[in-house]
């Protein structure tokens, strides 16, 4: 299996500015267009002639919390002046935030522009949404990524059995794994343990032994007592879990080769494919689950994980971490700054060390991610409807811009130059890179700083995720630390990219069909991992029962139908 090299080799030109794209002005202004009163083109601001305002719905994360400062000031202001487009929010908190949307395009009263979306399938039967492949050919941004990182097989993997697809997806020149954990490495040095010699090829097995202990450490030292856990996690639970253990189950299960947590939310119903076989089959009634939802009860019962990282919001969880009082929890790029400074505060500047480690191995070598397509944009049936044929295409080409030119991507991630950063010369490699100006901090960019220093992100709304995903390996590296360039080295050189699943273009007759089956299995499947994770189920006395509950949800006939699907297609 090849290695994380495309990660590696961009990790040499980290910070690296394609300054072509980035002011306007400087653009490649022969490739512009002009369509019936505005601007457009690879490379050119998108810019409407006349004011336009187009509904967006809006994922409003808890812990960086739109606010006025965001329209009067910041992202959506900034882009209302570089476009002459002014986006009508529809905010709902991102824990709720599918459902709410969900509701709202049902009952034919959706926004626009529908962001942050996953899976798209529960609204493509009905006709709410477009099928924006139809609408591509009019993105000229969109369609030079797709061509020049030879994107199709990637996107195929979206495409329905009419050929088409109906979400945007944000694209990617290689995988670039984000969530992962992060350590409080005095604590494990305080126990006697070397995380850098230990995680090249350690175990969850290990990381177990391992945590047991710090723990032994933490309770002989007075910071906690034996009752109490050093693990208790965020993005599990209420706020972020969606009651399918989120982000934990999913890193784990990928060790075993199972869909878990937040990969298995959606219309999966615990499917894998098997590439010897060319088929897929249902992992989560394998040895391999068992396997898996196993090694994770044995952190609960011995008192390591906390099993209400399942049932509490994350702040619970962040705030024990911030207090010293737990020694692990889940992180990525976008969270790492915040957390340290919690710590900060929490536990004193100068009383900790934390380490950010790659997550441990089971079955596989495999890095947790390993697709080149991240959430993205649907766009609603009614936008066509109400604004027309050729407003509409305005509209997309506006979009193309937003989520796919680099000009765009450097304005919702970094702010405008001169105002929140600015283009220095880096002393090592003598390439311009990006910096905040004094003043400025970033939790979102993992950009640190004093307690008097404006959060970029917390007032202005940059370096959100509605609009940040995406991009080539140079665009989505520029703001790393010297410790996430070392992260991602280490991924390189200790991980694997496990292959991508093909598509199963169901029709949808055969969408509505494979839904009723899988939404019954998948939450059947998730409350019986729950109750094996934290004991309420013994696994080996309650397996067959599990098994049998699948069964009886029609298992066999879900797995039948799409490996039909599947064949039909190749």
Same mark, same amino acid.
């Given at each position: 299996?090849?290695?994380?090299?495309?990660?590696?080799?961009?990790?040499?030109?980290?910070?690296?500015?394609?300054?072509?794209?980035?002011?306007?002005?400087?653009?490649?202004?022969?490739?512009?267009?002009?369509?019936?009163?505005?601007?457009?083109?690879?490379?050119?601001?998108?810019?409407?002639?006349?004011?336009?305002?187009?509904?967006?719905?809006?994922?409003?994360?808890?812990?960086?919390?739109?606010?006025?400062?965001?329209?009067?000031?910041?992202?959506?202001?900034?882009?209302?002046?570089?476009?002459?487009?002014?986006?009508?929010?529809?905010?709902?908190?991102?824990?709720?935030?599918?459902?709410k949307i969900g509701l709202a395009i049902n009952a034919g009263q959706s926004a626009y522009i529908v962001p942050k979306v996953y899976d798209e399938n529960a609204f493509v039967d009905g006709g709410a949404v477009v099928a924006v492949s139809d609408y591509t050919k009019?993105?000229?941004?969109?369609?030079?990524?797709?061509?020049?990182?030879?994107?199709?097989?990637?996107?195929?993997?979206?495409?329905?059995?009419?050929?088409?697809?109906?979400?945007?997806?944000?694209?990617?020149?290689?995988?670039?794994?984000?969530?992962?954990?992060?350590?409080?490495?005095?604590?494990?040095?305080?126990?006697?343990?070397?995380?850098?010699?230990?995680?090249?090829?350690?175990?969850?097995?290990?990381?177990?032994?391992?945590?047991?202990?710090?723990?032994?450490?933490?309770?002989?030292?007075? /910071? #906690?007592?034996?009752?109490?856990?050093?693990?208790?996690?965020?993005?599990? *639970?209420?706020?972020? $879990?969606? +009651?399918? %253990?989120?982000?934990?189950?999913?890193?784990?299960?990928?060790?075993?080769?199972?869909?878990?947590?937040?990969?298995?939310?959606?219309?999966?119903?615990?499917?894998a494919f098997d590439f010897k076989k060319d088929e897929w089959y249902l992992a989560s009634t394998t040895e391999n689950y068992k396997k898996f939802v196993s090694t994770l009860n044995k952190f609960v019962k011995g008192g390591i994980l906390d099993p209400e990282t399942?049932?509490?919001?994350?702040?619970?969880?962040?705030?024990?971490?911030?207090?010293?009082?737990?020694? /692990? #929890?889940?992180?990525?790029?976008?969270?790492?700054?915040?957390?340290?400074? *919690?710590?900060?505060? $929490?536990? +004193?500047? %100068?009383?900790?060390?934390?380490?950010?480690?790659?997550?441990?191995?089971?079955?596989?070598?495999?890095?947790?991610?390993?697709?080149?397509?991240?959430?993205?944009?649907?766009?609603?049936?009614?936008?066509?409807?109400?604004?027309?044929?050729?407003?509409?295409?305005?509209?997309?080409?506006?979009?193309?811009?937003?989520?796919?030119?680099?000009?765009?991507?450097?304005?919702?991630?970094?702010?405008?130059?001169?105002?929140?950063?600015?283009?220095?010369?880096?002393?090592?490699?003598?390439?311009?890179?990006?910096?905040?100006?004094?003043?400025?901090?970033?939790?979102?960019?993992?950009?640190?700083?004093?307690?008097?220093?404006?959060?970029?992100?917390?007032?202005?709304?940059?370096?959100?995720?509605?609009?940040?995903?995406?991009?080539?390996?140079?665009?989505?590296?520029?703001?790393?630390?010297?410790?996430?360039?070392?992260?991602?080295?280490?991924?390189?050189?200790?991980?694997?990219?496990?292959?991508?699943?093909?598509?199963?273009?169901?029709?949808?007759?055969?969408?509505?069909?494979?839904?009723?089956?899988?939404?019954?299995?998948?939450?059947?499947?998730?409350?019986?991992?729950?109750?094996?994770?934290?004991?309420?189920?013994?696994?080996?006395?309650?397996?067959?029962?599990?098994?049998?509950?699948?069964?009886?949800?029609?298992?066999?006939?879900f797995v039948k139908l799409n490996n039909d699907i599947y064949k039909r297609s190749k």
């Open positions: 299996m090849k290695k994380f090299t495309l990660v590696l080799a961009a990790l040499l030109a980290l910070s690296v500015l394609v300054t072509s794209c980035g002011k306007k002005g400087t653009a490649k202004v022969e490739n512009a267009a002009e369509a019936k009163g505005y601007t457009f083109g690879e490379g050119v601001t998108f810019h409407s002639d006349e004011p336009v305002t187009y509904t967006m719905f809006f994922s409003d994360a808890s812990w960086y919390p739109m606010a006025e400062t965001w329209k009067t000031e910041g992202i959506f202001k900034k882009i209302e002046e570089l476009t002459n487009v002014k986006l009508d929010i529809i905010s709902y908190d991102s824990g709720d935030y599918t459902n009019y993105m000229p941004n969109f369609t030079s990524f797709y061509n020049k990182y030879n994107m199709k097989k990637d996107v195929d993997t979206i495409v329905k059995a009419d050929g088409k697809f109906y979400r945007l997806p944000g694209m990617l020149e290689a995988p670039m794994q984000d969530y992962t954990i992060l350590l409080r490495e005095d604590l494990f040095e305080g126990a006697g343990i070397d995380i850098a010699k230990l995680e090249k090829d350690w175990t969850w097995d290990d990381l177990y032994d391992a945590l047991v202990k710090v723990k032994a450490y933490m309770v002989q030292k007075g /910071i #906690i007592t034996e009752k109490d856990y050093v693990w208790s996690d965020l993005w599990c *639970g209420a706020t972020s $879990g969606h +009651g399918t %253990g989120g982000n934990l189950l999913k890193l784990m299960g990928t060790s075993y080769g199972v869909p878990s947590g937040w990969a298995i939310e959606g219309a999966s119903g615990g499917l399942f049932t509490q919001d994350d702040n619970t969880a962040q705030n024990r971490f911030y207090n010293g009082k737990t020694a /692990i #929890i889940s992180t990525n790029r976008g969270m790492y700054a915040t957390q340290t400074a *919690g710590l900060d505060t $929490g536990v +004193g500047k %100068g009383n900790y060390k934390v380490y950010l480690a790659m997550t441990p191995v089971a079955l596989n070598r495999y890095s947790a991610d390993n697709t080149r397509l991240e959430n993205g944009v649907m766009i609603a049936k009614r936008a066509l409807d109400e604004l027309g044929e050729a407003d509409f295409i305005k509209m997309m080409r506006f979009v193309d811009w937003l989520w796919y030119s680099p000009e765009a991507y450097v304005l919702y991630k970094w702010g405008v130059e001169g105002e929140t950063f600015q283009y220095v010369t880096d002393e090592t490699t003598g390439l311009k890179v990006k910096k905040l100006l004094p003043g400025f901090k970033c939790g979102g960019l993992g950009i640190g700083g004093s307690e008097d220093d404006v959060d970029i992100r917390l007032k202005w709304g940059y370096a959100g995720g509605n609009f940040w995903y995406g991009h080539t390996l140079a665009e989505m590296s520029d703001n790393l630390s010297p410790t996430h360039q070392d992260f991602y080295a280490r991924l390189a050189k200790y991980r694997e990219v496990r292959p991508v699943n093909p598509s199963i273009p169901a029709d949808e007759d055969e969408r509505e069909q494979l839904k009723l089956w899988s939404t019954p299995l998948t939450d059947n499947i998730n409350a019986w991992t729950l109750k094996f994770a934290t004991g309420q189920k013994d696994i080996e006395k309650d397996w067959n029962e599990y098994v049998k509950s699948c069964d009886n949800l029609h298992a066999a006939d």
